[in-house]
C-alpha cells in the first residue's frame, strides 16, 4: 500500500512482490550504480539529472522542500567512534547522531551492577537474572539516548556533554536498577526490516554495514527509472526549546568489537529503535546464560 499510494511515478518489479524462488532484476537500479562506479557521488548521483534530479523532482511533486542545491551541498563526515569496555573486550559504536550510545549505557550500567555486588557474576547468574539486568540496563541506554542524542554540531549538543559520563551512568545504574522489579523507562519503538551485512577478513579487518529506508518501505517514493525507495529517517528529528536538531536521531547501528589489538567480531542493529540491542551482545558472555535479547 505504501508504494501503491504514489503509483505512476516509477515502479520495482512491477510494484508487487516477488514470488518465493523468483529471479529479480533490477536494471534501473543496475544503471545508477554503474554511474556511482564510473562517475562517483557527487558527478554520479547528487548532481546527475537522472538520478538527484528525479530525486528532487519526486520529493517536490509530492510536496517535499528538497533542491537540488540540497544533493550538491551534501558532505558525507567521517567521525571518530566511541566505545565502552565490558568483561576483556571494547565495543565500538558510531558516535550521535546515531543511537550507538544507548548500547554503551548498557554495557557500563551492567558492569557497575557486576562491581558493586548488585548482580552475580555472569557464571553464577539464573537465566532470569541475566535477562532481567540486561533488559533494564538497556532501557535505561535507550532513556538517555532519546533524551539526549542530537547533531553533535547543532545548537543543542551542549545537552550531549554528559551523555557517556561513566560516573553518571553508573550512579543512574546503582540508583534505578532494581532485581525484582522493571524500573527504567526507556523504551524502543517497535519496528523491522532494516538491512545489514558483516565482513571479517583473515587479517581481522571488519566491516560493519547497514542499510536502511526506515519505516518498511521508507517515504514510498521511486524516483524515475532509478529502481530504489527514497528513504524517510527525517522522521525523528528533536526538538528542545525551539531549537531543531539539522541531523535527526538516526537509527541504524554497526558496531564491532576488538579484543588487543583487532576486531573479532561486528554486529549491526536494523530499524526503529531496536539496533543497540543486539550490537550490546556482542561482548564475551558466560556460555550457559543468555545475553541481551535481539
Given at each position: 500500500?505504501?508504494?501503491r499510494q504514489?503509483?505512476g511515478?516509477g515502479?520495482?518489479?512491477?510494484n508487487?512482490?516477488?514470488?518465493?524462488?523468483?529471479?529479480?532484476?533490477?536494471?534501473?537500479?543496475?544503471?545508477?550504480?554503474?554511474?556511482?562506479?564510473?562517475r562517483?557521488?557527487?558527478?554520479?548521483?547528487?548532481?546527475?539529472?537522472?538520478?538527484?534530479?528525479?530525486?528532487?523532482?519526486?520529493?517536490r511533486?509530492?510536496?517535499?522542500?528538497?533542491?537540488?542545491?540540497?544533493?550538491?551541498?551534501?558532505?558525507?563526515?567521517f567521525?571518530?567512534?566511541i566505545s565502552a569496555?565490558?568483561?576483556?573486550?571494547?565495543?565500538?559504536?558510531?558516535?550521535?547522531?546515531g543511537?550507538g550510545?544507548?548500547?554503551?549505557?548498557?554495557?557500563?550500567g551492567?558492569a557497575?551492577?557486576?562491581?558493586?555486588g548488585r548482580?552475580?557474576?555472569?557464571?553464577?547468574?539464573?537465566?532470569?537474572?541475566?535477562?532481567?539486568?540486561?533488559?533494564e540496563?538497556?532501557?535505561l541506554?535507550f532513556?538517555?539516548?532519546?533524551?539526549?542524542?542530537?547533531?553533535?554540531?547543532?545548537?543543542?549538543?551542549?545537552?550531549m556533554?554528559?551523555?557517556?559520563?561513566?560516573?553518571?551512568?553508573?550512579?543512574?545504574?546503582?540508583?534505578?536498577?532494581?532485581?525484582?522489579r522493571?524500573?527504567?523507562r526507556?523504551?524502543?519503538?517497535?519496528g523491522?526490516?532494516t538491512?545489514?551485512?558483516?565482513?571479517?577478513?583473515?587479517?581481522?579487518?571488519?566491516?560493519?554495514?547497514?542499510?536502511?529506508n526506515?519505516t518498511?518501505?521508507?517515504?514510498?517514493?521511486?524516483?524515475?527509472?532509478?529502481?530504489?525507495?527514497?528513504?524517510?529517517?527525517?522522521?525523528?528529528?528533536?526538538?528542545w526549546?525551539?531549537?531543531?536538531?539539522?541531523l535527526?536521531?538516526?537509527?541504524p547501528?554497526?558496531?564491532?568489537?576488538r579484543?588487543q589489538?583487532?576486531?573479532?567480531?561486528?554486529?549491526?542493529?536494523?530499524?526503529s529503535?531496536?539496533p543497540?540491542?543486539?550490537?550490546?551482545?556482542?561482548?564475551p558472555?558466560?556460555?550457559?546464560?543468555?545475553s541481551?535479547?535481539?
Amino acid at each position: 500500500r505504501q508504494i501503491r499510494q504514489w503509483e505512476g511515478h516509477g515502479e520495482i518489479h512491477g510494484n508487487r512482490a516477488p514470488k518465493a524462488g523468483e529471479v529479480v532484476r533490477n536494471p534501473d537500479m543496475a544503471r545508477v550504480l554503474r554511474l556511482l562506479g564510473s562517475r562517483g557521488a557527487r558527478e554520479g548521483f547528487y548532481e546527475h539529472p537522472s538520478v538527484g534530479g528525479e530525486i528532487v523532482d519526486i520529493v517536490r511533486k509530492k510536496g517535499g522542500f528538497l533542491t537540488s542545491d540540497d544533493l550538491r551541498d551534501h558532505r558525507s563526515t567521517f567521525p571518530e567512534p566511541i566505545s565502552a569496555d565490558y568483561r576483556g573486550k571494547r565495543l565500538w559504536q558510531c558516535p550521535p547522531n546515531g543511537q550507538g550510545a544507548a548500547a554503551l549505557i548498557a554495557l557500563e550500567g551492567l558492569a557497575e551492577l557486576e562491581r558493586t555486588g548488585r548482580i552475580p557474576p555472569p557464571e553464577d547468574r539464573t537465566p532470569g537474572e541475566t535477562l532481567h539486568a540486561a533488559v533494564e540496563m538497556m532501557r535505561l541506554g535507550f532513556a538517555d539516548a532519546q533524551a539526549l542524542v542530537t547533531d553533535p554540531d547543532g545548537e543543542a549538543a551542549a545537552r550531549m556533554a554528559p551523555l557517556l559520563d561513566k560516573e553518571r551512568i553508573r550512579t543512574r545504574a546503582r540508583d534505578l536498577f532494581d532485581p525484582e522489579r522493571a524500573t527504567c523507562r526507556g523504551v524502543p519503538a517497535e519496528g523491522s526490516g532494516t538491512v545489514s551485512f558483516q565482513v571479517v577478513d583473515g587479517k581481522g579487518m571488519a566491516v560493519s554495514f547497514v542499510n536502511s529506508n526506515y519505516t518498511g518501505f521508507g517515504t514510498g517514493l521511486i524516483p524515475k527509472n532509478c529502481g530504489a525507495l527514497i528513504q524517510t529517517h527525517t522522521d525523528v528529528y528533536i526538538y528542545w526549546h525551539r531549537i531543531t536538531s539539522s541531523l535527526p536521531f538516526f537509527s541504524p547501528s554497526a558496531a564491532a568489537t576488538r579484543p588487543q589489538a583487532s576486531p573479532s567480531r561486528t554486529a549491526a542493529g536494523a530499524s526503529s529503535s531496536i539496533p543497540p540491542t543486539p550490537t550490546a551482545s556482542v561482548p564475551p558472555r558466560a556460555p550457559t546464560t543468555p545475553s541481551f535479547p535481539a
